[in-house]
T-cell receptor, first 113, second 115 residues
Framework: GENVEQHPSTLSVQEGDSAVIKCTYS??????FPWYKQELGKRPQLIID?????GEKKDQRIAVTLNKTAKHFSLHITETQPEDSAVYFC????????????FGQGTTLQVKP | EAGVAQSPRYKIIEKRQSVAFWCNPI?????LYWYQQILGQGPKLLIQ????????DSQLPKDRFSAERLKGVDSTLKIQPAKLEDSAVYLC?????????????FGNGTRLTVT
């Protein structure tokens, strides 16, 4: 089936701390894993993505790691800032291999100044 | 490049009424998606188009929802008749051909409130 599980649903950290959000997927053939950030009342925006031929990708303070054996991938945000506060969604391709993305339930990140 | 355009931005209707949403994808993007995002949840795919053909509509409640993309560019999503549980943000997204291993670009969405 098509399922993406995301944890935790809420995460509160102090400014400067790290935040980690984890997602698991069900289709072992999945090979593309994006992360989206959605601020209140705004559209989801891509912040980083990873393809299955690499295990880790970094972009400044954010990184994504992928474990294909365990079928999970994680978003890591270091040196968190108040503007990182938002809802974060992971996604993975659907099993029908049509290019569609199945989204996780979302993680509300709160960074306390 | 111009982003995905959606209208209207907000819509309030009574249950059993009809409503239509419009989307204009990024120029050149062959794949177009309609997602429903209920408050506090992740986007849920309703329908996927490749040019003007439907690729996946398995999650579309076809007794009340319909969508079309007649010329392979703009798309409309219609709900008739609306129910209270249809209150959500309807997001349109577009992607490059096939969409494989490539991100989706979302519009700002239409927030629908059914009373």
């Amino acid at each position: 089936g098509e399922n993406v599980e995301q944890h935790p649903s809420t995460l509160s950290v102090q400014e400067g701390d790290s935040a980690v959000i984890k997602c698991t997927y069900s289709d072992s053939a999945s090979n593309y894993f994006p992360w989206y950030k959605q601020e209140l009342g705004k559209r989801p925006q891509l912040i980083i993505d990873i393809r299955s031929n690499v295990g880790e990708k970094k972009d400044q303070r954010i990184a994504v790691t992928l474990n294909k054996t365990a079928k999970h991938f994680s978003l890591h945000i270091t040196e968190t800032q108040p503007e990182d506060s938002a809802v974060y969604f992971c996604a993975a391709p659907g099993s029908s291999n049509t290019g569609k993305l199945i989204f996780g339930q979302g993680t509300t990140l709160q960074v306390k100044p | 490049e111009a982003g995905v355009a959606q209208s209207p931005r907000y819509k309030i209707i009574e249950k059993r009424q009809s409503v239509a949403f419009w989307c204009n994808p990024i120029s050149g993007h062959a794949t177009l998606y309609w997602y429903q995002q209920i408050l506090g949840q992740g986007p849920k795919l309703l329908i996927q188009f490749q040019n003007n053909g439907v690729v996946d509509d398995s999650q579309l409640p076809k007794d009340r929802f319909s969508a079309e993309r007649l010329k392979g560019v703009d798309s409309t999503l219609k709900i008739q008749p609306a129910k209270l549980e249809d209150s959500a943000v309807y997001l349109c997204a577009s992607g490059t051909t096939g969409g494989f291993n490539s991100p989706l670009h979302f519009g700002n969405g239409t927030r629908l409130t059914v009373t």
